[in-house]
Every structure is written in C-alpha cells, then in structure tokens.
C-alpha cells in the first residue's frame, strides 16, 4: 500500500488471535483514531479452542463500535486466511497453548531458582519455542494473501518472535512492546506534564532495554529524571524487590533509567524467593493470577449492556499497547516521519550486534517502515550483557526453526540466567516433556555424549 492511500472500501485491519482480552483496548484505540485512520473492517481470528471467547470480543467490539458511531464491519472466525486476505494491517496476539502453557514455563524454571517469567529466561524460550512456528506460518500467510500489509507483532517473546519472521519470511513485519511507551508516559506522570512533550531515547532488546536520554520540549532532563524520588522509587522497588536499600546507587552509576524488565537480572535472586513465597501462600504464578482476572473480565465482555473498554482491563499488564499499536499504524499509513520505539532488524543502528539481530530501539516510522535511529556502539555497562541475551535469542530463533533440540540447549546454555550445562540440559528436558503437545518438530530425542 502507497504511503497515505486508503485500499478500496478503507483500511482493513485483521487481529490474529482475537479472541485474546487485549483485543477491546485494541478497538478503543482504532475508535479514538478514528480521523486519521480509516478502519472500515476489522477482522477477528482465532482458533477454535477460543470460540467462547471470540464470540464474546466479537459482541463486545461490535457493541463498541456502534457506540461510537463508526461504520466498521467486524468479523470474527476460525479462518485465518480469510482474516488475513486482502488486509493492509495485520496485529499478531496469539499465546499458543493459553495461558495454562504461561503457568508451566513460570514454574518450571523455580525448580532450578532461576527466574519463572513469561518472556525472561527459560520461560521465555519455551514460549518462544511454542510461538515462532505458528508466527512463521502467519507470516506466510500474510506474504502470500496481503503482500503489501505491514504485520505488527505483539506476541511475545516480540523481540525473538520478530527476529524471526524478519529473518526467516518477507513479511514486513515490526515488533512491539507497551514497555517504552509505558515508562515515556509514566515519567510524564510523574513530572506533572504534558506527555507529548517528553522524549525518551531506548537502546537494548524488548524487554532488555535502557532509556538513555530524556528530553523535555528539548532539554535534556535524563541526570534530573534519574535523582528523581518518584521515578526512582517506580523502578527500584518493581515487584517489590529491589529498593534503594538493594540498589544503592543503581540508577546513578548505570546513567541510564533500566525499564523494568532488568529487575530480573539486576534483582534476580530476590525476586526468585519472592515468587517461590507467593506460590508458598497460595497466589500462584502471574499465569494463575492473570486467569484470574482473565475470568472475571469476559465475565464483564460478555454483559450486553457494556460497550466500552472496561476499567478492570487496567489489571492486566498490558497498559498502552494500544496507543503504541495505532500510534505505529497511523504514522506508517499518514506517512508522518514520526519517531517511535519499535523492534526492528538493527540494520548498522546498533553496530555491537549483527545487521539482522532485532533491537528495540527509537525509530523513525513513515509509509516506507520503521527505520531504526543509528545509536552507535552500547556503553561497556550493557553491551556484554546485550550482546550474550542476543546471543541466546538468535539460538531459540534456529532452534524454534529447525525443530532441534541441540541447538535448543545451545541456546538455553548460552542464556545469562542459566547456570551451566548440568541445569540447561536439565530445564530443556522438563520443558520439551511439558510442551510436547505444542512442538511437534522436537520428537527427536536430546543426544547423550555416547551417540555418534
Ligand atoms: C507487560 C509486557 C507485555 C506482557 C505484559 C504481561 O506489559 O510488556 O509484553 O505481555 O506485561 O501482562 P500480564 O497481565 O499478562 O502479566
């Protein structure tokens, strides 16, 4: 699609994996672009394990949608393809193996005290080990029935999933995370102004990433931002853990503003007892949690009388997203030369990695894409650590392509969480044996040293 064209009859947006909770904050931000962006079909897809909850988004986007007095067709079904033909953008937002499979990548990694995390460490892997074979093949889809649509991933891990398609399809395809955004408006918040007017410039990996620079109406404000008292309490006491008195001087050696995800390297073996003692008292994992609210939210989608975002939908961790979602379509479809942070191949912006490794970083979004901002090479605090998270990355990425579980121990073995070869081999046998109704290209057994 040229830049700033409408496609016959206006924009069709297909949402793969509609049937997800997030999707209604997805449809708030289409109806509060309505102006710039327009939407005339959205698209919902889903699997038919998801029917119930698919046909109750379907309700509720409608009802949504009427409220607002927009006129946009929604459709809802198990076929993908037909979802995806003829799109011009397409959201990726499928969990495959619900989160039931979250729940096991969380617990299994406590075993071993290594963090149990949807998108860090080893959970993180076996999520990424479910989810790029069915990115690839959505992808293909998407080459072959909407070659010109730009595909904008939220499945997480986002940036491995990303690298991926990037890597492995011709799917235009760009990541996303809510977490830049949410620290832009959080630091916003927190200084009393007007979020537009605060610049935040993000170097790293999704969800291994630094704010470095902080301006305001141009002014660079990062040393004042980093002392602080408000924003340095948001980020040393993240999960609870990891206050000043963890953390002396973190954030003032560091120079930079950590996003919250590196509490699980900075804070790791706290936050392991914190979660061990959270299941010891009953409340689960946040899979057991988030089922939870999940329950109560449809509970609420599902009332006729509702026809808009609910408030509850704030417990999710999701904040943003769809600011940050529509914000990226609009300036990629308005041609707008707009500066967002986004997960696209480094391309040279980060010269410490390879040209096709994903990086999440600040780039400049217009009809022809999203163009990563060169950074130049990562301050010597970070790089070692990017650099080996990478490394484990591009190792999932081949393993999950290939369907081999050597190259999957490699790359648990070269994760920086992940204390040697007796607990790789170990986490990759317990996860292979919980997931093997979701990675069916894993039948072949692990080698042991006696095989030739
Ligand atoms: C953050 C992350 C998302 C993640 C979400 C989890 O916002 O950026 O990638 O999916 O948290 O929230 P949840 O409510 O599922 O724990």
Redesign the pocket.
């Known amino acids: 699609m040229p830049p700033g064209r409408v496609c016959s009859g206006g924009l069709k947006l297909a949402v793969i994996g509609g049937g997800s909770s997030y999707t209604p904050e997805l449809v708030d931000g289409v109806i509060r672009r309505a102006d710039e962006l327009p939407v005339k079909r959205i698209a919902l897809a889903d699997i038919p394990d998801s029917r119930e909850k698919l046909d109750i988004i379907a309700g509720l986007t409608r009802r949504m949608i009427q409220r607002a007095g927009l006129d946009i067709e929604v459709t809802a079904g198990f076929d993908r393809e037909r979802a995806i033909s003829g799109a011009d953008f397409v959201v990726t937002q499928f969990r495959v193996g619900g989160l039931a499979a979250?729940a096991q990548d969380e617990r299994i990694p406590l075993k071993y005290n290594i963090i149990g995390q949807?998108?860090t460490g080893p959970g993180g892997f076996a999520k990424a080990l479910r989810t790029i074979p069915v990115a690839l093949d959505i992808a293909r889809d998407v080459e072959r029935l909407a070659p010109d649509a730009w595909l904008i991933n939220?499945t997480?891990?986002?940036g491995i999933v990303t690298e991926a398609v990037t890597r492995h399809t011709g799917a235009r395809c760009i990541g996303l995370?809510?977490?830049p955004m949410?620290m832009q408006r959080m630091i916003a918040a927190r200084l009393g102004i007007d979020p537009r007017s605060v610049k935040v410039e993000f170097v790293g990996l999704?969800?291994l990433s630094w704010a470095r620079r902080v301006t305001v109406n141009g002014t660079d404000v990062t040393r004042a931002i980093l002392s602080h008292d408000l924003v340095r309490r948001e980020f040393e006491h993240a999960g609870g853990v990891g206050g000043a008195a963890d953390a002396p001087g973190l954030l003032d050696a560091l120079g930079m503003i950590p996003s919250y995800?590196l509490r699980y390297y900075y804070f790791h073996d706290a936050l392991v007892e914190d979660e061990k003692r959270q299941i010891q008292e009953g409340r689960g994992t946040?899979?057991d949690?988030?089922m939870a609210?999940e329950k109560e939210l449809f509970k609420r989608y599902a009332d006729p009388g509702l026809s808009e975002k609910p408030a509850e939908l704030s417990?999710?961790?999701?904040?943003w997203?769809s600011e940050a979602a529509l914000a990226c379509v609009s300036a990629i479809y308005n041609d707008r030369d707009e500066v967002h942070v986004l997960n696209v191949p480094s391309r040279g912006a980060v010269p410490d990695l390879p040209d096709d490794a994903v990086v999440e970083t600040n780039c400049l979004v217009n009809g022809t894409g999203a163009h990563p901002v060169a950074q130049g090479p990562l301050p010597d605090s970070i790089r070692g650590l990017v650099q080996h998270v990478k490394a484990y990355e591009r190792l999932t990425v081949e393993a999950a392509v290939k369907g081999d579980a050597g190259v999957a121990y490699l790359a648990l073995l070269a994760h920086p969480l992940v204390p040697g070869a007796a607990i790789a081999r170990s986490l990759l046998e317990d996860i292979l044996r919980a997931n093997a109704g979701h990675l069916p290209g894993f039948e072949k057994p692990l080698k042991d040293n006696k095989d030739s």
């Open positions: 979250r949807e998108t939220f997480n891990p986002s995370c809510n977490v949410s999704n969800h995800y946040r899979a949690q988030v609210i417990q999710r961790g999701g904040a997203y």
